[in-house]
């Protein structure tokens, strides 16, 4: 079937401030949390910060509901922003695998380390594991520091993590969620 992707302008772009810091190194990571982890703000910022520089990696956190925050030369806080403009340029995400935000992964081509939290999320966080996509899930109650650099290390280091992220993007290229789902009303107009 496909999925169905949000409009974005052609001609945007992301903060300058942000396409500073992209075109300042090496590809970074993006630690977000969406609308999980509300609260956990500052244990999940320290984690974040002290995993991504013991990994040697440049992060950006994403604010969301858990109120993410760090700033450094090696990181840098952002709000919401176009998953299509920004995940493209990145080395990995860390996410806490809902749906929306794995599929995003996929679509470009990224690796993943899954952080889930609730509800669907260990299904889909075991979904990108099972595609190669991903390390496995570093459950939310015990995610540590240590835990999340090592899984960082691998996702961006081997290639094979890559490589199956890459093919599930160009999979899903040829999809056409939304096409599809019309032809369905159509038919369900015409009977």
């Known amino acids: 079937m496909g999925n169905w992707w949000p409009h974005h302008d052609p001609a945007g772009r992301l903060p300058a ?47 969301g509901s858990a109120g993410l925050a760090a700033e450094g030369d090696d990181v840098l806080t952002v709000g919401d922003v176009p998953h299509a403009l920004l995940f493209p340029r990145l080395a990995a ?14 679509r470009a081509g990224v690796p993943a380390v899954t952080v889930p939290v609730t509800a669907d999320q260990p299904f889909w966080a075991g979904r990108l594991a099972a595609l190669g996509a991903a390390a496995g899930p570093l459950p939310f109650r015990s995610l540590t520091a240590g835990r999340l650099a090592d899984a960082l290390g691998r996702v961006v280091r081997q290639r094979t993590y ?17 096409g599809r789902v019309l032809e369905a009303v159509e038919r369900l107009a015409e009977g």
Do not use: N
Not at 93 to 106: E, K, N, P, Q
């Open 17 to 63: 401030r942000l396409e500073d810091f992209l075109d300042a190194g090496p590809r970074p990571v993006l630690v977000g949390f969406g609308s999980m982890a509300g609260g956990d703000g500052e244990r999940l910022s320290e984690i974040a910060v002290r995993a991504l520089r013991r990994a040697g990696l440049r992060g950006i956190l994403q604010t």
């Open 93 to 106: 995400v860390v996410h806490h695998a809902g749906a929306g935000t794995s599929a995003a992964a996929l």
């Open 162 to 178: 890559t490589q199956a992220a890459a093919g599930a993007a160009r999979r899903m290229a040829a999809e056409d969620g939304a």
